[in-house]
């Protein structure tokens, strides 16, 4: 019931944004996104207090001849996701506010839309109802990036929007595919998630192989995996700010989250098979990006290929399939989605403050606006992965969680770290040590939504740096009961 | 049965007009006999006979009513879409009269039993269409389509006819029913050789009709210098009834042989995929880009008749996709009419279109997401069916095409969006829509999104 | 008592009429003469299934070239209205002039 | 003579000829031989409709073809006064590509209609199928409906050639 | 008290955050005073903590805050050991930093950065605490990262200069290489012994066969390598003496740089299970040893000198680890944190009277106009040289002996590291404060004694460095070695000397012998015949040219790594990204317009050509039915 409100209240008000005019929409966006973070705060204080007792879950018919149900639910892992979700989109609203965009309410109509898909994906336990979740999230994202978007948008936007639907194709073959197995005794074929499981493990090596590379690629072009990454640098960067920001923070996770939960326990055998093959792949992605970024001109870019590094080590992870790698992976995208916020605001507020996001071009800020250098710092720290900021927690359990599966692709994946470095550092100290003063342009203090925006992901990124324990007491039985059901 | 005397009734009534003076009734009147037609669908409905009338020359069983009905409903929105193309006076009765009894031959597609019956429900369906394609008498761009739609159309006939002289040379009969005996009777090996060529003479006169690659060539040129409101028809009513047709050809007379002709079928529906998906892709007439998403339309429908043309499923999945694909379709039209009136039908004519009248540009991007197969549009579950069709059979191959090829088709679909919110055009005012064709655009949106929404009800239609 | 020839020289006949005429539409320009050779065609279709029809000693096959009939004056009747309104606009029937619409 | 009986003697010279003036029809420069030609043929048809007993088809088919359709193409040709060679021809390349279509055609149904033997002799023995009385019970007992229906199409095709031929408002 | 200790890093914790967010608000004094007392009061806390631990008959205290990753199972919680070992530890850090807090008040006044520099500090020794205080693998890593931020905020304290933020840098990444071996070494010790808890870990230390712990140990000593520099992570230590020089005596030679001994000490049992790890850390250190020793002989930054020093100490100090002798490490660590931080902070008074000059060729004679600061660095040199009574002479002489019965090669190496030391240590104390001075007039008439903040500290530092002996007198003098008792609990594997008296003595003998040579070589050089150090590299020889030139280590490195690193991301980048994958994608594309383009061309408007093609597929399809 509850997850059928997460789902409608952003529907609901995304209808009304519409419908607002001027910034009325900014603020009714604002308030509304809020309002939905207290709903999800208030499932996960249920869910905390009596999992079974929170009554979350919502099953009703929807075509009823193709065992088709609208059946949403939340376990530890989703409502993580939705709570990440609830939480970012607020921020990424917040962020938005210097921005003069035209068109407002149909601007934040779609962020809010979007959200709608997004929750759905994270809630839904219906092969079918994810599957249209997860093409309903494109289509607002992809007339953001369209409508609002950077230089030749047109041809970048189609190539992202024709590659991701490309790979969604073959994951509904797959689930097709799946659906077409159940029922076996029974007679009765659902799209129910449980029964695409059983179905899924009956079926020998060879289907699974096959359901599991055409699941596989939808997410590998999602996430994205090495070598199907080519579409997100240029989306990243061309998309306007608030655009990346629910690509890279939410939609990105649409992937890894999709490995998990439709993924991993359909195809158990042809894990066992192929999962080497994905993992490696994963692991090349990490250092072959991670090196890209040390060579990237514009900070956008570099956050979008740094991204693509994160997400290779949580992909890693997901398909080492073990309680660490598994569980690291959840919490680092719950962590990785904050940071990556954090970076693009940066990146926004450099470009809205020089003029350029051209690292060669910027220099010397610390001596213009300390506060922000210090928040820079502390967002930085958190995706290089140092203790005691949230990404150390994700990253440590993750390449326990790979070392397990093979401790040389733990050493190769391990490389981040020290790419990481290099490249945050690197890009840190051109941008805002020494003395060179951005052409002479006065920095200046930053807007107040900008300043809370950045303040709140820094408290977040040491809040949970200290202290995890609330995101692993939600991930870790969930992700347990998941991998219980591999076995 | 009704329903087609009703209409064929309209057709006459409508001449009458001239004598009695009644144009202006004419449209009211015509949409009044849609409805009525309709309801006695529904009438017939329960009580529908399986076993045909007229020594079992034609029966409107569940199937014919299904996919009559389907034809009914394109058409009653297709006349309201077009109802200002009826505006000259001299015309007007001709126009109505040639439409409506090419609605007859089309709802005797639905319906035939016999090869009698088939072959002049083609004809009756396409000699109007010959007329109407030409319609534009001083425009030579549409005397040439329906010139070329004649010949080409006739001459496809003709391989028809030499297919069902074949058919009744082996099995001596015109009767569905008699032919589909008579084959099975045969021991497998004794089956007279000209019977399998008589099926593939007719396999591809369907082809030609439903214009499936190689024997798609007439339907660009023809969509594009036809008035566009005939473009319309022709995309939707035409198709939907050809289909119908070789749904009830193949699946009564010969369902049972089918393994003499599914190969052929394959290799024509991969043709169609990408033939068509390619071309389209960089057509710049957005007619004509249509007339080749028809073609790609074409070929999904017939993986269905290759997938399993017994069944249900198939069943369904033809209906539906006929339904999804034909309101796609006239929404579609129906806003390229309103926007091509300038004469421009390039997809320049609908630069900026999201300024100038966002309401219609929404429309239009349902309706292109539609057609792109999109959730949650009534084509996602058009196509979503076909795949559940084929994903059983032997046809992997093909199935990974149609996947790689509908990326294509997402290209060009998209490029009218692109036009619509991306690019900027020279004139700015809002483009004026007349109430009728407003309707029509905001009512089959709303259908595609509620068909999309409730998909279920097609697999309740047929349960026999 | 004449005694009969085989069907096979029948299909052979129409075949070949069949053939000459679908030749005649692949090879002339004059849009009359492509009419022709349909009629030619539809002729050869007359002819194999009335030849059927007496061997399956049924009228039914002759019956149905009626129909043909039918159809094809009506074909005709309609094509050549459009032929004459062409001409009538370009002063021309050949089919390579009539090719504005390509691509 | 020469083992050959009357009827394969006449069905073999009917077709030849029949052929013959279709290649006519196809080969002559001049429209109005090839109305000329095609006629022939029409009658050539005729006469294998005679042998094949089927008189009253026959009949009709000289009336109708060669009475109706044939002066309705004379007709036209007149008018547009094509009365001469003036045809511009395809390209030998063109024509030598539909030859070879033509041949390949041929080729091709011979080879699917091949093994039709089994399907015996043509029997030129019941003389009352083909007779007017015959045709009429079949067609207006078990092709009722078609029959009406035809109307709908020759209506349907006057409709249209009318909307072709009138002049439009403002047409000299 | 030791239910308290948590109260050691919150001090420091507390001073971090006020200083953090008030600093620009409070007055020098205050934010200073706030800082220094911060770590004062832990101070006493551990001193306090350490009475009562050495009371007590039970050695070992856990402390646990809260819980704080769990996986399944994998349960870290986030709690503290109290033993011998962090107690002695507790002891350094705290008051090694009290004085250099001081200290810091008075080098720092006139800095603009002044508060932003102790809450650095602060954050700095919050996290050492946290490194030598955790009760498991990952909190000492947390630790261990977190000094490294805080080393690489203190190098680059001063930002506008590039050259600074290019050192600061250059500490972290190398930093984090050696971190990634410790980060392995953790997750491998996790899956081994399914726990990562000294405790525990320990226990079952013996039970998993010597493979594995060799690999452990290993690769725990990556990350020693990188923390303390070691060969071939060490470059990075002498360029960090671009931070400010209290940062250097706190972070680059007293504590930080230790934190790798503490964490062998720490796993010595692993160490003294693997033969190959303990021989490869005393190979390493002993080579580290020597090799620094000899660039250390022709330096002239009087703060790179030093720098080199301490990795070479550094590297003497795993050479005992390497043969087993944790003790005298620790023992060694001690003294060196005392006379290390004195020689780092008297060369800070040096450079501060100089007013920012550090290079040797300029100085001179100074040691008649800062008398305090020449005195104290006088004791520190003679500490470091190892002369007895003072301290350096004990703990060197306990790990040298311990080598000689471990082998006697390594010995050898270790004597000359030592006379190189001796060397070394002099010339830069006879440059600096003899002869005539060598720099500009400005400068001499400039040149003052510093303010009692800075003398002071200097003064403590020197007794220690004195007395700091005391601490671990030999055996065999029949004196209580008190560093060897007190840390007995937590060594696992102890191996007493066997060496008899004569032995002993003779080396303690030639120890002394050997340094009083060197010395007075050194002072025969520099004082009698006035030898200075060469003003270019071109008069050089070439074996000097490549001591003076650090042997071309730092630019062997960026030929074979850093360079290698951005020409392949850069063929990744613009080859492989750009052109291969990407291009793939886009080829797709443009096939299906290219075939588009050519398919349309079929659409040739000619109905002719239509029936042909439409026979023609007739054809095939019929042939392809029928014939074939």
């Keep these: 019931m509850l997850t059928g409100l997460l789902i409608i209240l952003p529907l609901v008000a995304s209808l009304l944004v519409f419908l607002a005019k001027g910034s009325a929409a900014r603020t009714l966006a604002l308030a509304a996104s809020v309002a939905e973070f207290a709903l999800s705060l208030f499932v996960y204080f249920q869910f905390k207090a009596n999992p079974a007792a929170a009554n979350l879950a919502l099953n009703c018919t929807w075509v009823e001849s193709m065992g088709i149900k609208f059946s949403v639910g939340l376990d530890g892992i989703g409502l993580l996701m939705v709570l990440l979700t609830a939480f970012l989109v607020p921020l990424i609203i917040l962020s938005s506010f210097q921005n003069n965009y035209e068109k407002l309410n149909s601007f934040y109509g779609l962020i809010l839309l979007m959200q709608m898909a997004l929750v759905g994906v994270f809630a839904a336990n219906d092969g079918f109802l994810f599957y249209v979740f997860w093409e309903l999230a494109l289509i607002p994202i992809y007339f953001i990036c369209l409508l609002w978007g950077g230089e030749n948008r047109a041809a970048i936007t189609f190539k992202f929007f024709v590659y991701t639907l490309f790979g969604s194709l073959f994951m509904l073959i797959g689930l097709i595919y799946l659906y077409n197995h159940t029922g076996l005794e029974s007679g009765i074929k659902s799209w129910a998630i449980n029964d695409l499981y059983a179905a899924g493990k009956n079926l020998n090596l060879d289907q699974q192989s096959a359901v599991f590379w055409m699941i596989f690629l939808a997410f590998a072009i999602k996430m994205p995996v090495f070598p199907l990454h080519t579409w997100q640098p240029d989306t990243y960067v061309t998309a306007p700010t608030q655009g990346t920001m629910l690509l890279s923070g939410i939609m990105l996770k649409m992937g890894t989250f999709g490995v998990i939960k439709w993924l991993l326990p359909v195809a158990p055998l042809a894990l066992e098979k192929w999962g080497g093959t994905a993992i490696l792949l994963s692991s090349i992605g990490i250092v072959y990006a991670s090196c890209i970024a040390i060579v990237q001109k514009d900070y956008k870019r570099l956050i979008a290929y740094s991204s693509i590094a994160h997400v290779g080590l949580i992909s890693a992870g997901i398909l080492s399939a073990n309680q660490q790698g598994v569980q690291g992976a959840v919490i680092q995208m719950l962590s990785h989605g904050v940071n990556v916020v954090g970076l693009f605001l940066i990146a926004d507020i450099l470009l809205r403050h020089t003029g350029t996001r051209e690292i060669e071009k910027l220099g010397g800020i610390r001596n213009m606006n300390g506060q922000f250098a210090v928040l820079f710092l502390i967002i930085l720290l958190g995706s290089v992965a140092l203790p005691l900021t949230n990404g150390f927690i994700g990253e440590f359990l993750l390449i326990n969680g790979v070392y397990q599966y093979s401790a040389g692709m733990a050493a190769f994946a391990g490389l981040s770290v020290i790419l990481g470095a290099v490249y945050m550092l690197r890009s840190y100290q051109k941008i805002m040590l020494g003395e060179k003063t951005t052409g002479g342009v006065e920095f200046g203090s930053l807007a107040m939504s900008d300043k809370v925006t950045l303040i709140i992901v820094c408290v977040v990124i040491i809040a949970f740096g200290v202290y995890p324990k609330p995101l692993n007491d939600l991930a870790e039985p969930a992700v347990k009961t998941l991998l219980s059901t591999l076995k | ?464 | 008592m004449l005694n009969g020839i085989s069907i096979n020289y029948y299909l052979l006949l129409s075949a070949v009429l069949f053939i000459i005429g679908a030749v005649g539409v692949m090879a002339r320009r004059n849009s009359i003469i492509i009419f022709m050779c349909i009629e030619l065609m539809l002729n050869a279709v007359n002819l194999l299934l009335v030849s059927f029809s007496t061997l399956h000693n049924d009228a039914k096959g002759q019956v149905f070239v009626f129909f043909i009939m039918a159809v094809a004056a009506a074909e005709v009747a309609v094509g050549l209205a459009i032929l004459s309104m062409i001409y009538r606009n370009v002063k021309n029937i050949d089919t390579d002039i009539l090719s504005n619409l390509k691509n | 003579m020469l083992g050959y009986t009357i009827t394969q003697w006449l069905f073999g010279i009917l077709s030849f000829l029949a052929i013959m003036f279709a290649l006519m029809v196809v080969f002559s420069r001049n429209p109005v031989s090839s109305v000329i030609y095609l006629i022939l043929t029409f009658f050539c048809i005729a006469g294998h409709y005679l042998l094949l007993n089927s008189q009253f088809l026959a009949i009709v088919h000289i009336v109708v073809y060669a009475g109706a359709i044939m002066v309705l193409f004379l007709f036209v040709i007149m008018l547009m006064n094509l009365n001469e060679n003036t045809e511009p021809q395809r390209t030998w390349l063109s024509k030598i590509i539909a030859a070879v279509a033509g041949g390949l055609m041929l080729f091709v149904m011979v080879g699917s209609l091949k093994g039709a033997g089994d399907m015996g002799l043509v029997q030129y023995g019941n003389a009352q199928m083909g007779l007017v009385k015959n045709l009429g019970k079949v067609l207006f007992s078990e092709f009722l409906f078609p029959f009406e229906i035809a109307s709908v199409l020759l209506l349907a095709a006057m409709v249209g050639a009318i909307l072709i031929g009138k002049k439009e408002a403002g047409e000299a | 008290m030791i239910k308290l200790i948590a109260l050691v890093p919150l001090f420091p914790l507390i001073g971090f955050l006020i200083n953090g967010f008030y600093g620009k608000k409070l007055s020098k004094g205050l934010s200073g005073g706030i800082a220094s007392v911060s770590v004062l009061a832990s101070f006493i806390v551990a001193v306090l903590a350490f009475l009562e631990l050495h009371h007590s008959t039970h050695k070992s205290h856990v402390v646990e805050l809260f819980s704080w990753i769990n996986a399944d199972s994998l349960k870290i919680p986030f709690e503290f050991l109290y033993d011998p070992l962090s107690a002695w530890f507790l002891l350094i850090i705290t008051g090694i930093g009290f004085l250099i807090h001081i200290y810091s008040t008075g080098y720092m006044h006139d800095d603009p950065g002044f508060s932003r520099f102790f809450t650095y500090l602060n954050l700095f020794v919050f996290f050492m605490l946290l490194l030598v205080m955790g009760n498991n693998y990952l909190i000492m890593f947390v630790g261990w990262e977190g000094v490294g931020l805080c080393s690489y905020l203190l190098i680059g304290f001063w930002f506008k200069n590039q050259s600074y933020n290019d050192a600061a840098r250059k500490a972290f990444v190398m930093n984090r290489i050696g971190d990634l071996g410790f980060l392995l070494g953790i997750i491998l010790i996790f899956v081994t012994y399914g726990s990562i808890s000294y405790g525990d870990v320990f226990t079952k230390a013996g039970l998993n066969g010597n493979g594995v712990v060799t690999t452990i140990a290993l690769l725990l000593f990556i990350g020693a390598m990188g923390k303390s520099a070691q060969i071939p992570l060490y470059t990075w230590l002498p360029d960090a003496m671009a931070g400010p020089t209290p940062v250097s005596a706190l972070i680059h030679a007293a504590t930080m740089v230790t934190a790798g001994i503490y964490m062998i000490v720490r796993s010595n049992v692993f160490y003294s299970i693997s033969e190959v790890a303990s021989e490869t850390v005393a190979i390493v250190g002993v080579i580290t040893a020597l090799f620094a020793a000899t660039i250390g002989l022709l330096q002239n930054d009087i703060k790179k000198i030093l720098a080199y020093s301490t990795v070479s100490q550094l590297g003497l100090m795993f050479l005992g680890l390497g043969v087993g002798a944790y003790s005298s490490s620790v023992f060694h660590v001690t003294t060196h944190a005392f006379f290390k931080a004195l020689l780092f902070l008297g060369a800070g008074s040096v450079i501060h009277a100089m007013g920012g000059e550090q290079d040797i060729r300029k100085m001179g004679g100074l040691k008649g106009k800062i008398k305090i600061t020449y005195l104290t660095m006088l004791l520190g040199t003679i500490a470091i040289s190892g002369i007895p009574p003072f301290s350096g002479f004990f703990s060197k002489d306990e790990i040298l002996a311990h080598t000689y019965e471990h082998s006697k090669v390594l010995w050898v190496l270790g004597m000359m590291t030592s006379m190189l030391t001796a060397f070394y240590m002099f010339r830069m104390l006879f440059l600096t404060f003899f002869g005539k001075f060598r720099g500009t007039h400005e400068q001499e008439h400039h040149l003052h004694e510093s303010p009692s903040s800075m003398t002071i500290p200097l003064m403590v530092l020197a007794v220690l460095s004195v007395l700091g002996g005391a601490l671990g007198l030999p055996e065999f003098w029949h004196m209580p070695n008190w560093m060897s008792e007190h840390l007995s609990p937590i060594i696992l594997h102890k191996n007493p000397s066997t060496l008899d008296h004569t032995t002993e003595w003779t080396l303690m003998g030639l120890a002394v012998l050997s340094a009083g040579v060197v010395i007075y070589f050194a002072h025969a050089m520099f004082i009698t015949n006035g030898v200075l150090p060469m003003e270019s590299e071109e008069k050089m020889k070439p074996w000097q040219k490549l001591i003076y030139n650090k042997y071309y280590v730092d630019e062997f490195y960026d030929a074979v790594i850093r360079k290698p690193l951005d020409l392949i991301s850069i063929a990744f980048y613009k080859f492989l990204d750009l052109q291969v994958i990407d291009g793939i994608v886009n080829g797709v594309g443009s096939v299906v317009k290219g075939t588009g383009n050519v398919v349309r061309l079929l659409q040739n408007g000619n109905i002719g050509f239509y029936i042909v093609s439409m026979v023609l597929g007739i054809i095939l399809i019929l042939l392809f039915t029928f014939i074939i």
Aim: hydrophobic letters at 55%.
């Design chain 2, 1 to 464: 049965m009704k329903g087609l005397l009703i209409v064929s009734g309209l057709g006459i009534l409508a001449m009458l007009a001239e004598i009695f003076k009644f144009k202006k009734l004419l449209f009211p009147l015509v949409l009044l006999g849609l409805v009525g037609a309709y309801v006695a669908n529904f009438i017939e409905w329960d009580h529908s006979y399986v076993i045909g009338v007229f020594n079992n020359m034609i029966a409107f069983d569940k199937v014919a009513l299904a996919f009559s009905g389907v034809i009914l409903a394109t058409a009653f929105f297709w006349f309201i879409m077009a109802n200002d193309y009826f505006d000259n006076e001299k015309t007007i009765v001709d126009h109505y009269s040639l439409v409506l009894f090419a609605l007859t031959g089309a709802l005797m597609l639905t319906a035939f039993k016999n090869m009698t019956t088939l072959f002049l429900g083609i004809e009756i369906m396409s000699i109007p269409l010959y007329v109407l394609a030409a319609s534009k008498k001083k425009d030579v761009k549409s005397n040439e389509a329906g010139f070329k739609y004649l010949i080409m159309g006739s001459f496809a006939s003709g391989f028809l006819l030499f297919g069902i002289a074949l058919i009744y040379g082996a099995t001596g009969s015109f009767d569905l029913m008699d032919i589909r005996a008579k084959i099975s009777s045969y021991e497998s090996g004794s089956v007279p050789v000209f019977l399998n060529a008589g099926i593939i003479m007719m396999l591809v006169a369907m082809c030609f009709k439903v214009s499936a690659a190689p024997f798609h060539f007439w339907a660009p040129d023809v969509y594009q210098g036809s008035p566009t409101v005939i473009t319309a028809l022709m995309s939707t009513v035409v198709k939907t009834a050809a289909f119908a047709a070789i749904l009830r050809l193949f699946m009564i007379a010969f369902g049972g042989v089918s393994e003499s002709w599914s190969m052929v079928l394959s290799v024509i529906i991969a043709l169609s995929l990408v033939i068509a998906n390619f071309s389209a892709a960089v057509q710049p007439n957005v007619k004509r880009m249509l007339a080749f998403s028809s073609i790609s339309h074409a070929a999904f429908m017939l993986m269905v008749v290759l997938a399993n043309i017994r069944s249900n499923a198939s069943l369904d999945a033809l209906l539906y996709y006929s339904l999804a694909y034909s309101i796609g379709s006239i929404a579609a039209f129906s806003i390229i009419y309103t926007v091509t009136k300038g004469g421009d039908e390039t997809f320049d004519a609908f630069n900026g279109l999201g300024k100038r009248n966002p309401l219609m540009a929404a429309c239009m991007v349902v309706a292109m997401l539609s057609l792109a197969g999109i959730p949650i549009t009534a084509g996602f579950f058009a196509k979503y069916f076909v795949f559940t069709t084929m994903i059983g059979t032997g046809y992997k191959w093909l199935l990974i095409l149609a996947i790689l090829t509908s990326a294509v088709g997402v290209y060009y679909y998209f490029k009218v969006i692109i036009a619509m919110f991306f690019k900027s055009s020279s004139e700015t005012e809002t483009i004026t829509v007349e109430m009728p064709q407003k309707m029509v655009m905001i009512l089959t949106t709303i259908l595609s999104l509620a068909l999309g929404a409730a998909p279920g009800f097609v697999a309740e239609i047929f349960k026999f």
